[in-house]
DNA sequence: GAAATGCGCGCG
DNA sequence: AAAGCGCGCGCATTTC
């Protein structure tokens, strides 16, 4: 837990605006390992009196000033400042989430606990068919190389033990070893041990950790919030009299990525719901799976496979959109910094990868040096040609929560008598965020207002579209229900 | 015995 | 059928 708290707060220190001004050089100057110790301790971590807190906000106003985009960086700081009180919100009020439901799901996919503890009895059934089919009643299945050892004895010469690699191999143990490995995942991630610490008075409360991802997306710390299994998604359920608003952008960082470029052939085929099945409209690619990985490959970097044979085509129809995700790759490879639609810029470079290209650029560099650096630009530019459009569409992604978070704020409150004291007053009489994950929201709402809630969920989305890209024409459809529970119908 | 690392897999 | 981005977590093993 820790760790990741960690992790967050490095993270968090490296949003664009201090990268926008001379602080950078100051920071720098700053002896480092000093400073990552310490996180660990009160000193180095946010504001924790009123004195500091308004000396940062002077430092970030000032900064501000300073800065040659007042709008963007001002509008990121809006957004990220009402991110973090969303974070807390939500902490607070909880995912309502139904333990009895959840209990049902284990048992079903699981099988049932066997009373006096050990392995649920499907999940048994699974590892002792395993065992047979590698004759050995006592492998370990647990221990991949202990499992990769079981595997070639019995003739499955595989290099690892991972999913998809198994499946390549016609045997009877690949079956029930790939079931095992599923349900033995979801017992030791989200079974009852989970259920237990993480779910108190019908709500899951995980620590969120805003800008906790070096693109600007949340991450979280404890509770594995932002992995929580579609499987276990009918466990989150509304309070008698209270519904959930669960609404997600289909295609959201596509999108992003034709407002960014002004590339109106894409912003055209992402009008309408089904943004693959407009490329395909578009003549691109033929057909809708091609549509899809050659856009992942585009904002991922493929080079090889299907996906990297078909970028050639995508730059043909849209060249604006690969130019930029092009230029943002180049720029990576090169040591160079990118910056998203509102300012957050990516990490420079490590001494270590400047060592590598130094190296390489020596005149008696070896073949493996060359290589190396090589490969290591190309690692680096297809981060920061991800990052671009990762990076904004978290940007869209948060200024779509604060703007919500203002309207539920301003609604009436219901009846105090038919709330749901799980959430605590606050949030017990009025709707409130319950979760986000990075394209994706619920809100909980009383049922009174849930029609009200929508609308406001898609108002905002629209705010957001608005505030980052002006009149540009890109829709961001969103996949919006309001229900008793998160689950998919 | 605690901390770091590798693996595998859940999410977008 | 696979490879190309960003994460957190649990478990087993290795390292200090």
Same mark, same amino acid.
């Given at each position: 837990?820790?760790a990741?708290?960690r992790y ?5 220190d ?9 602080? !950078?050089a100051a920071?720098?100057a700053?002896?480092?390992?000093a ?10 971590g946010?504001p924790d009196d009123?004195a *500091?807190?308004?000396a940062?906000?002077g ?10 985009? /007042?709008?963007?960086?001002r ?6 400042s009402?991110?973090?009180?969303i974070?807390?919100?939500?902490r607070?009020?909880?995912?309502p ?8 799901l284990?048992?079903?996919?699981l ?12 999940m ?7 065992r047979?089919?590698?004759? !050995?009643?006592?492998? *370990?299945?647990d ?5 990769l %050892?079981?595997?070639? %004895?019995?003739? &499955?010469?595989?290099?690892?033990t *991972?999913?998809w690699e ?7 143990v &690949?079956e ?8 033995a995942?979801? /017992? ?8 237990a610490e993480?779910? /108190?008075?019908a ?5 969120y ?7 600007g ?6 509770g594995g919030?932002?992995? &929580?299994?579609r499987?276990?998604?009918? @466990? ?5 009299g ?5 609404a997600?952008?289909?295609q959201?960082?596509p999108?992003?990525?034709a407002?960014?470029?002004r590339?109106s ?8 719901q089904?943004?693959y099945?407009?490329i395909?409209?578009s003549?691109?690619?033929?057909t ?6 050659a856009i992942?490959g ?6 090889t ?10 730059r043909r129809?849209?060249?604006r ?11 990576g ?8 639609w509102?300012?957050r810029?990516?990490?420079t470079?490590s001494?270590?990868w400047r060592?590598t290209q130094?190296?390489?650029?020596e005149?008696?560099a *070896?073949?493996a040096d060359?290589a ?7 690692d680096r ?10 990076g ?26 038919r709330?749901?004291? @799980?959430?605590?007053?606050v949030?017990?009489?009025r709707? /409130? ?7 994706e929201i &619920? ?8 029609d ?6 898609r108002?905002a989305a629209?705010? @957001?579209a608005?505030l980052l890209?002006?009149?540009f024409?890109v829709?961001?459809p969103?996949?919006? %229900?309001i229900?008793?529970t998160?689950?998919?119908?």
């Amino acid at each position: 837990m820790g760790a990741g708290h960690r992790y967050g707060l490095r993270h968090r220190d490296d949003h664009g605006l201090r990268a926008a001004t001379d602080w !950078d050089a100051a920071a720098a100057a700053e002896p480092a390992p000093a400073a990552l110790f310490d996180l660990d301790t009160e000193a180095a971590g946010p504001p924790d009196d009123i004195a *500091s807190a308004l000396a940062e906000f002077g430092r970030q106003r000032a900064a501000l000033e300073a800065s040659d985009d /007042h709008a963007r960086l001002r509008l990121l700081l809006a957004a990220e400042s009402a991110a973090a009180l969303i974070a807390v919100e939500m902490r607070t009020a909880g995912l309502p989430w139904d333990a009895i439901e959840h209990d049902r799901l284990l048992t079903e996919i699981l099988g049932a606990r066997p009373a006096g503890g050990g392995m649920p009895v499907r999940m048994q059934q699974l590892a002792d068919q395993v065992r047979t089919e590698l004759r !050995d009643p006592t492998a *370990s299945l647990d221990s991949q190389p202990k499992l990769l %050892r079981s595997l070639h %004895r019995i003739g &499955i010469l595989a290099d690892s033990t *991972s999913r998809w690699e198994l499946v390549h191999y016609d045997h009877a143990v &690949i079956e029930p070893l790939i079931q095992y490995k599923r349900l033995a995942r979801l /017992h030791a991630a989200n079974g009852w041990g989970w259920l237990a610490e993480w779910v /108190h008075d019908a709500r899951f409360r995980p620590v969120y950790v805003p800008a906790g991802v070096v693109t600007g997306r949340w991450a979280s710390s404890g509770g594995g919030a932002l992995q &929580i299994p579609r499987q276990l998604r009918p @466990a989150v359920r509304a309070d008698p009299g209270w519904a959930l608003v669960v609404a997600d952008v289909a295609q959201l960082e596509p999108r992003v990525l034709a407002a960014m470029s002004r590339d109106s052939a894409l912003a055209r085929a992402a009008r309408g719901q089904d943004l693959y099945a407009g490329i395909v409209e578009s003549g691109a690619v033929p057909t809708r799976a091609q549509a899809k990985v050659a856009i992942l490959g585009a904002m991922y970097g493929a080079t090889t496979g299907d996906s990297g044979r078909l970028l050639p085509a995508l730059r043909r129809t849209y060249p604006r959109a690969m130019a930029l995700v092009d230029d943002a790759a180049r720029v990576g490879e090169q040591g160079g910094v990118v910056s998203t639609w509102l300012g957050r810029t990516s990490p420079t470079t490590s001494a270590g990868w400047r060592d590598t290209q130094a190296a390489a650029a020596e005149p008696d560099a *070896s073949g493996a040096d060359e290589a190396q650096a090589r490969r290591r630009a190309a690692d680096r530019g297809r981060f920061t040609r991800n990052f671009v459009v990762q990076g904004t569409a978290a940007e869209w992604a948060l200024v779509w929560l604060a703007d919500l978070r203002t309207r539920l704020a301003a609604m009436d409150p219901v009846n105090e008598d038919r709330g749901a004291p @799980a959430s605590g007053p606050v949030f017990s009489t009025r709707p /409130h965020l319950a979760f986000f994950l990075h394209d994706e929201i &619920i809100v909980h709402t009383p049922l009174a207002r849930a029609d009200e809630v929508a609308e406001a969920v898609r108002d905002a989305a629209a705010s @957001a579209a608005r505030l980052l890209f002006g009149r540009f024409p890109v829709d961001f459809p969103l996949d919006l %229900r309001i229900s008793q529970t998160a689950a998919k119908d």
